[in-house]
C-alpha cells in the first residue's frame, strides 16, 4: 500500500453497509499529523452518522472516532509529538482556533463544529487518520489501546458533566442506560464519590452495574421502584437513546436537581414539574482538549475501563449489527490486521 493511500471502510450514502473504499490520503497541514490506526471503538454517533439522522454527514463516508494508533508523518509545524508515539483521537479531529469558543479553550463547542470531526475527511474505520496534531492526545503507557480507544469518546462525554456537577460523597446520581456511555458513567461517579444508582431499561444488566460500581439499580419501567426513587437524585445523567418516561424521571430528581444529556435522545415532556420544581435540563457536547487530558490520567489512576469486546476491522458490518441490536457489551473495539484488511480489500465488492 502506498503511503499516499488509506484503506478504509465507507457507506456510499445513508443507511448502506460499509464497503472496502480506497482513499487518497490528504495532504499534510503545518499542524496535522497522520496517524495508523491500530484499534478503532464503535459508537452509536457511527450508527447516526450512517444513517445521516443528524443531517450533517458527507457520503461517502468513513465513519470511527474512538481511535487509537501511532504517529506516522508530521506536518513542519507539529511540536509535541514524534513518529512512533502512540496517540489516542476523539470525534474532533480539528478546530478553528478562531472563533470566541476557541479562543476560550472551548474548541469542542467551535463554530466551524460540523466541519471538525474527525471523519473529515475520512474516519477511523480505516488504515489511518489525518488530524490537527492539537488534538492527538499522547496516552498513558500502561493503558491498553482498546481502553483509550473508548476513551476518547466515551470517557470524554460522560467525565465533564460529572466532574462539573456530580463531585461528593453526599452527591445522589442516576445513570440512565446501562450500555457503552453508562457504564463508564457508573465507574466515573464512583470514583468521584457519589452515591450511583444505575437506571436501566434491561433487568437483566443489575449484576453488571453493581459491578461497575452502582449502590443500586432500578429498572426503568418498574413504576413502583421508580415512585420509591421520588426527590432521590441530585443529578441524572441521560446515556441512552430513546424510550423515555421523562415527566417519571423528572420526578426523580430533587428540587433545583438537573438531568444531563449527553446521549441524543428525543425529549417530550410537560413543564409543569420542570418549572414547579426549579429544574434545569442540561446537554453536555464531550470535552475539550484539556478536561481530554485530565479524563485520562483521573480513569488511569482510578482504574477506570470500558469492558470490551474485540473484533477485527473487516468485520465492521457485523460489530455495527450488534450494536444496532444492542448486543454490545459494552463497547466493541474494531482492530486493524494489515494483512486481513489487504485480504478484505482484494475481495470482489
Not at 460523597?169 to 452515591?195: D, E, Y
Not at 446515556?239 to 426523580?252: D, F, N, P, Q, S
Not at 485520562?296 to 473487516?314: D, G, K, R, Y
Request: overall charge negative; charged content about 20%.
Amino acid at each position: 500500500m502506498s503511503p499516499s493511500t488509506i484503506l478504509g471502510f465507507a457507506a456510499r450514502a445513508a443507511g448502506q453497509s460499509l464497503e472496502p473504499a480506497t482513499l487518497e490520503a490528504p495532504e499534510l497541514g503545518d499542524h496535522d499529523v497522520r496517524v495508523s490506526v491500530t484499534h478503532c471503538g464503535l459508537c452509536y454517533t457511527d450508527i447516526h452518522a450512517i444513517d445521516d439522522r443528524l443531517g450533517v454527514f458527507s457520503f461517502p463516508l468513513v465513519p470511527g472516532h474512538e481511535i487509537v494508533g501511532h504517529v506516522s508523518a508530521l506536518g513542519d509545524a507539529v511540536s509535541g509529538l514524534k513518529e512512533g508515539d502512540r496517540v489516542g483521537i476523539g470525534w474532533q479531529g480539528r478546530s478553528c482556533m478562531q472563533c470566541e469558543w476557541c479562543l476560550n479553550g472551548d474548541e469542542h463547542l467551535c463554530q466551524d463544529i460540523v466541519r471538525c470531526g474527525t471523519w473529515t475527511p475520512s474516519g477511523g474505520f480505516a488504515s489511518a487518520v489525518t488530524v490537527d496534531g492539537r488534538f492527538a492526545c499522547p496516552l498513558p503507557a500502561a493503558m491498553p489501546s482498546e481502553t483509550a480507544a473508548v476513551l476518547m469518546c466515551a470517557g470524554s462525554a460522560v467525565y465533564p458533566p460529572l466532574r462539573a456537577y456530580a463531585t461528593g460523597p453526599s452527591r445522589q446520581v442516576g445513570v440512565i442506560g446501562v450500555g457503552g456511555l453508562g457504564h463508564l458513567a457508573i465507574q466515573f461517579a464512583r470514583a468521584l464519590g457519589c452515591q450511583v444508582t444505575a437506571i436501566s431499561s434491561s433487568p437483566e444488566k443489575e449484576d453488571e452495574a453493581r459491578a461497575f460500581g452502582a449502590c443500586d439499580f432500578i429498572v426503568a419501567a418498574d413504576t413502583e421502584a421508580m415512585g420509591q426513587a421520588e426527590y432521590r437524585f441530585d443529578l441524572l445523567l441521560c446515556t441512552a437513546h430513546g424510550g423515555l418516561a421523562w415527566e417519571t424521571l423528572l420526578m426523580a430528581l430533587k428540587k433545583n436537581g438537573r438531568l444531563v444529556l449527553v446521549a441524543f435522545p428525543w425529549l417530550a415532556l410537560d413543564s409543569i414539574d420542570l418549572v414547579a420544581h426549579q429544574l434545569s435540563i442540561t446537554g453536555s457536547f464531550m470535552a475539550n482538549r484539556s478536561t481530554m487530558r485530565e479524563m485520562l490520567t483521573f480513569a488511569h489512576e482510578h482504574s477506570i475501563a470500558p469492558q470490551v469486546e474485540l473484533m477485527p476491522m473487516s468485520r465492521v458490518n457485523e460489530a455495527v449489527q450488534r450494536l444496532r441490536e444492542n448486543r454490545a457489551r459494552y463497547r466493541i473495539v474494531l482492530v486493524n490486521d494489515p494483512d486481513e484488511a489487504r485480504t478484505a480489500f482484494e475481495r470482489p465488492a
